[in-house]
Every structure is written in C-alpha cells, then in structure tokens.
C-alpha cells in the first residue's frame, strides 16, 4: 500500500516520483490544450499553417525588400522562416505557458498533481505547431529548390536548446503571474520586444563583431543562428556566441524552475 | 492500523492589508509589494535601531491549530463546523492541495478529493473527452477510466448527448456527468466536501446511495457538509472544529448535538455585539426544542430575541427573522407586524414557527432590527445572519406522509395541506 507522509516543510520530498506518476495526466492536459485551440475556429488547424506564413511575408518585404538586409544567399523567404519557426515556438509556449497557471486557477485550488506539469503543456502545443511549420518550410525549400545540407541532423539539438530557454522563462513567469497579476501585462511586451532584439527578420551577421558576443547573451540568438546553421547551410556559425547562448538558457532553465519549485507552495492559497 | 494519522497539525495564513473574506489572500499587485517593501527600507534607513516595522501590517490567521486525531480504515467521518472553522482548510491539507504549516500527516493509501465536481471540465470539449480529463485529475489511469467508462455513462445518464460540447448541456447533465466520474472513482480514501448538494432530487438520492454503496466496500471518507441529517446517516464518526481547533471527535451524533450546543450557547453568550446607536441586540434563542438543537417535522419552536433601544426615534424598530437553509440561501424572512413608535427600554420580540411547516434540515436563523421611517426610507439597525441554528429532523413514522417511502423529500418547507380525494365516476 501507497504510504504517503506529508509534513510541514517537507512536502516537496517525493516530487519528482509524483512527476512521473502524472505523466498521464500531463500527456491528457497537453491533448486537451491541443483539441481547445482550434474548436469552434472555421479555418481550425489552418491558423498554424497561416500565422507563420503571414509573418514570413511581412518580414521578407520589410527586412529583405524595403531594408535590404543581406540574405545568406539563399531566398529571404527561407532565412526568414528558418528564425520563425524556433521563434514562434518559443514565444507561444512563453505566452501560453506564462498564463496557464491562471487559466487553470480553478484546477489549482481544488486538486492536488503536480503545479509544474500546467506551464510544461503549453510547450507541447507549441511543438505540434512547430511540427507543422516545419512541413510549410519543406514546400518552401522546395519551391526555391533548395537543399539541405547534412547539418539538418543537428535541428533537434538547436529545437532543445530553444525548448530549455522557453521553459526557464515560462516557469519563472507563471509562477510570478499566480501572485503578481503584473505579469499578465508585461508578457506581451517581453515576447515583442523578444521579437526586435533577436535576429528573426534578419541575419545576426548584421551585428558589428565587437558586439556579438553581448548580442549572444539573449539565448535565442544562439537558437535561431543555429537554426540558420543547419537550414541555410551556408551561414558561418559564431561559436563563442553559442555556447554563451546555452548557458544562459540552462542558467535561465534552473533560475525558473527554482522560482517556480519556491512559489508552487504557495499556489493555492494565492491564486 | 490507522489510515489516517494527523499530529499536531497546524495551517497559518498570512494576511495583510488586502484580507478578503474568504480568509487567504488575493494576489497581490507588483506595485503593492514593491511600495512595501521599498517604504520598509527606508523606515531601516531612517531609524536603523527601531523594531522591524513591517511586521505590524501583517497578521497571522491559523485556519488550522493543534490537530490531533487519527481515523482507521473504513471509518465514515462527518466533518462539521461554522463557517469558517476549518473544515475546507482541513480537507484541502489532507488532499494535499496545501501543505501545512506545522505537524504531520500519514496517509496510508490513495486518496481522492471532491472538492468540487467537474473540476477541469472544459466546456469546449465534448461529454466523452471531458470524461477521461476529469478522470484523470482526480486520480484515475486511463485503463481505469476505460473499463468503467460505459458505467460512468449509464450512471449519468446522458449517452446521447456523449458527443456534443459540454457547453451546451444543461447544469442538471452538467453536474450529473461530472459526478458521475467522481463516483466512480476507486480510492481507499474518498475525500469529499458538500457536493452532493446538486442536482435533482432523484439524483441525490442516486448520489447518496452510491456513497452509502462505497462506505460498505469498507472505503474510507472524509465528509464535510452542513447538512446534519446526511451526517448523522452516512457516518459513524463525527468530528466538530471550532475557529480552527478539533472540538470534539467521536460518535456522529454525539457530534452532532455536540455542534448545535456550542452555537446556541455562544450564540445566547453573544461575544459579538450587533448594535447602533439606536438599538442593540441582548440576546436571541430558540424555545421549545426537543433536545438541545433537534426539532421534528411535527414540532412547531419559537425564536426569541432581546433588544435594547436606547432612543426615540421619528420611525418604527422592526424585529425580523431571516431564516436560511444549509447551503446558505434564503429559506424565507418574515417582520413582526403592527409595530408603533416604541419609547427607549428592553424589549423581546418572539414569532412561532407553526408545526408542520419546515423541512428535514438544518436551519440558520438570523435575527434584525430594521428602522422605517416616515419619509419612506430605512435603516438596519443590526444584523447577526448567523445568530442561531436548529435542525428538522423527520420521524418518519405515520403523520410524515411517507407511505414507505425512505428517500429525501425536496423543498425548503414541508407542510401539511388539506387535501380530499372523493370518487366521482366508475
């Protein structure tokens, strides 16, 4: 028989074993985001098609045609959704992620699994979004016939290092949001300003060499040039920036969890 | 063995400026916390060798103190108590949903908590998705849920609306889905607090029996609810918390009787003064209960209250009673009639309930006095909503008009109408 002892301060004992005992209820929680997002839209699942698609032709216009931004000598078109997809997978599991707590308040202070498995959903939606884009990306290389060179091996490597940088943010954020509703307000102004300072609509080779290695400090700078690195193929990957990017995403990752473990405690006597 | 053990548990709340009712607190702005703690730092820097002034704006609230108690399998405990007194805070540390400030818990077995049904219901999301969602939060497996899925549906009633949104569904499919996925669940310790309170009639009764059902499989559950009557019939052990402390642990009924003593004679007490500076309340009680706190169908009571006016006034004091039901709604008020201008003095304003008037239940009774003036406005004077508490409780033998029958009969009251039945053709 299941012997469970709960004491004062010592409640996070058996934490990760209750993780892993609710991995159904994490994996049927992400199900249930999954089916909510399109219902009742008439276009449903063509959203994820069109979102990305749109931004990507907003932003060959305004950076490649209007701003004529170098293009890596490859079709603007790619270099821009090569950045779009860890981009829109990073900002909506940040947007997702950093409200989900709230939006299931009632959840909350009515039933006990573990806190962290909420936050954790909204990256899978975003992953089967990504997925998806990433089928958009196969027709564009093949409309502008462009092949990929081997270095594609190494995109889950890269989708990784965007997942670790995404869920340090969005644990740090949700669990802040549950007491400080302020977040709620500053979460869209992260993910735009997100969006301007990361190279998204243009190569990071624009960044004077004396500042990227402070350009690098923003992790999704490392995420995206890598995405560049094995799509594009013949973009130069600045190494130093890199591996400056992962260990701010990893610092970002335990800083976040840290948060999140200290404030779960008190989730639902505040919420 | 026991298959609960709680020693020396305690549950605080810190609460600040911002209090609301329910007794935790709210979020609290960036700004709010910010201010704080900014002003803090430089009340250090002004006076470096005062007392910490911070402390003073925040007040602890112990929901829960000092509870010791232990429940052995298969036990059935009722758990009763004002509001207020702990009892959701209790089943919220034992479902783990809070962690407790002091003390220790061991729980031998998995427990389930209904809280509230329907929990994580998504209203976009079809009866048969919802199904296995709600299952799922409150603690089943998938292969679970799918063995008992067909009993859930049969139970609920609702196999034709199966595939359609639950937002179309009307509450009563609402609830009886929901619980219908809370019954089924198979824990050895079943938490469970009031929400048998909803639906129909027939389907509480479907409700009740099947807790009834799951008490004999030697389950054990934790029972929180106002209702005396369900307390006393479901379970053997009855435990009555007071402002957080355990007041009383043992038999259900000496339980019970135990919970309508301490209100009344608080209440007769009156710690709490409910006055203006026109009237105050003495005192209020109830007269012509059987044994302390129980009154049958049958049985008609009277309710007392004493007042004091202190002044004249250009209007005319009105007493009035306000009598609620268990869930908290209005069961009727009623205002003493023929009230003139009244010169200052004590007064006792008394109103008999008739006999077979109320329902099975417990009652709450709360006594004013309401001010009416000549320009046609007025003014309450005091009000203690929570002054007095009785219990109705069905005899059932023949004047209850059962025939037999054993289950609830609905309705806030339950009078005996005159009625004929005269034959008129063959």
């Known amino acids: 028989m299941v012997k469970l002892v709960i004491e004062a301060g010592q409640v996070n004992r058996q934490y990760f074993k209750d993780i892993l005992a609710y991995r159904e209820l994490f994996l049927l929680l992400a199900w ?68 989900s707590l709230v939006n299931n308040a009632s959840m909350i202070s009515k039933v006990y699994f573990p806190r962290i498995i909420i936050p954790t959903t909204a990256m899978i939606v975003s992953l089967i979004d990504f997925l998806i884009s990433i089928l958009i990306l196969s027709a564009l290389m093949f409309w502008y016939q462009h092949v990929p060179t081997w270095r594609v091996v190494f995109l889950p490597m890269f989708l990784g290092l965007a997942a670790i940088a995404a869920m340090g943010v969005t644990y740090m954020i949700s669990a802040l949001n549950v007491k400080y509703r302020d977040f709620r307000h500053v979460l869209p102004f992260i993910i735009q300003f997100g969006l301007y300072i990361s190279p998204v609509g243009f190569s990071s080779t624009v960044v004077p060499d004396k500042w990227r290695l402070i350009y690098s400090l923003n992790p999704m700078v490392g995420v995206i040039d890598g995405f560049r690195w094995a799509i594009v193929g013949n973009t130069p990957m600045y190494w130093p920036g890199f591996f400056i990017s992962v260990g701010l995403a990893v610092l970002l990752l335990v800083v976040g969890f840290g948060v999140f473990r200290r404030m779960e405690r008190e989730f639902a006597d505040v919420i | 063995m026991s298959i609960i053990k709680v020693e020396n548990l305690g549950k605080k709340y810190i609460i600040g400026h911002d209090l609301n009712p329910g007794g935790a607190y709210r979020s609290r702005s960036l700004r709010d916390t910010l201010t704080h703690t900014a002003r803090g730092f430089y009340q250090r820097l002004r006076h470096p060798l005062s007392p910490n002034t911070e402390n003073t704006e925040i007040e ?48 031998s077995g998995r427990v389930a908590s209904l809280l509230e049904v329907g929990t994580g219901f998504h209203p976009e999301l079809t009866g048969r998705e919802n199904i296995y969602l709600n299952g799922a939060i409150l603690g089943m497996t ?24 639950v937002k179309r569904y009307s ?51 934790l029972f929180v609810s106002h209702n005396m009557a369900m307390i006393s019939n479901l379970c053997q052990t009855g435990m009555v918390l007071n402002e957080g402390k355990l007041e009383f642990f043992g038999q259900a009924s000496d339980a019970v009787t135990r919970y309508y003593q301490n209100t009344n004679q608080r209440d007769a007490a009156h710690k709490r003064e409910f006055k203006s500076d026109t009237a105050e309340l003495l005192g209020a009680e109830l007269v012509g209960l059987s044994n302390l706190s129980d009154l049958t169908i049958h049985d008609g009571l009277t309710v007392r209250m004493r007042y004091r006016l202190k002044r004249q006034i250009d209007g005319k004091c009105v007493p009035n009673f306000h009598f609620f039901v268990s869930d908290g709604s209005y069961a009727f008020v009623d205002s003493a009639k023929d009230v003139t201008n009244m010169p200052p003095g004590i007064y006792r304003a008394e109103c008999k309930i008739p006999r077979q008037f109320l329902n099975e239940g417990a009652y709450f009774v709360g006594v004013a006095l309401t001010s009416y003036f000549e320009s046609g406005s007025f003014k309450i004077e005091f009000f203690d909503r929570n002054a007095l508490t009785f219990n109705v409780v069905d005899p059932m033998d023949e004047r209850s008009n059962r025939y037999g029958y054993g289950g609830p009969i609905p309705g806030v009251v339950r009078p005996r109408l005159d009625w004929s039945i005269a034959k008129e053709s063959q």
């Open chain 2, 171 to 221: 509450s009563g499919m609402y609830v009886r889905l929901a619980f219908a996925v809370a019954a089924h669940l198979d824990p050895e310790i079943l938490i469970v607090d009031e929400v048998l309170a909803v639906g129909d009639a027939q389907f509480q009764k479907k409700c009740l029996g099947k807790m009834e059902e799951v008490g004999r499989e030697g389950r054990t559950i």
């Open chain 2, 142 to 165: 998938r292969g679970e849920i799918k063995t008992k899925f067909d009993e859930i549906v049969d139970f609920s009633e609702i196999e034709k609306f199966l595939d359609t949104p």
């Open chain 2, 60 to 107: 602890e609230f112990w929901a829960l103190r000092d509870l010791q108690f232990e429940i052995e399998p298969g036990d059935r405990v009722g758990i009763i108590g004002r509001n207020g007194a702990g009892k959701s805070t209790l089943l919220k540390v034992l479902s783990r949903i809070t962690e407790p400030t002091t003390g220790r818990i061991e729980i």
């Open chain 1, 32 to 99: 249930r985001d999954v089916l909510v997002r399109y219902k009742q839209t008439i276009i449903g699942i063509a959203w994820s098609v069109l979102r990305p698609l749109l931004t990507m032709i907003v932003f060959t216009i305004v950076f490649g045609r209007l701003a004529k931004m170098p293009s890596e000598g490859v079709a603007y078109p790619i270099l821009v959704f090569a950045a779009l997809l860890p981009w829109q997978f990073f900002s909506s599991t940040v947007n997702e992620g950093g409200n």
